[in-house]
């Protein structure tokens, strides 16, 4: 079981092992948590988040696409195996003074 990802020359393959010690996946668990992912501009997270439940990924927190920090553009995704990934706007920093 499992998915595959490919987008600009990367492929990333997410699976089940069938040699399991546990019951399955708990991103809560030791071990990965998440992947998180470049996505370019605030609308391409924008984007992501919207067309992600077609591809049967459900987006995480109340409002996905504001983190806590000013200077970020983020959103979470949880795919029904219990893998979380993140996709983060690349925001240039505030210049300062």
């Known amino acids: 079981e499992g998915e595959s990802?490919?987008?600009?020359?990367?492929?990333?393959?997410?699976?089940t092992s069938p040699n399991?010690?546990?019951?399955?996946?708990?991103?809560?668990?030791?071990g990965v948590n998440h992947l998180a992912f470049k996505a370019g501009e605030r609308e391409t997270?924008?984007?992501?988040?919207?067309?992600?439940?077609?591809?049967?990924?459900?987006?995480l927190y109340q409002d996905p696409t504001r983190t806590q920090e000013a200077s970020s553009h983020a959103g979470w995704l949880?795919?029904?195996?219990g893998f979380k990934a993140e996709v983060v706007a690349d925001v240039e920093s505030p210049s300062s003074g």
């Open 78 to 81: 949880e795919n029904s195996a």
């Open 45 to 59: 997270v924008d984007a992501i988040m919207a067309e992600a439940p077609l591809h049967g990924w459900t987006p």
């Open 5 to 15: 990802l490919a987008a600009g020359g990367t492929y990333l393959s997410l699976t």
């Open 20 to 30: 399991l010690s546990a019951g399955g996946h708990d991103r809560r668990r030791p």
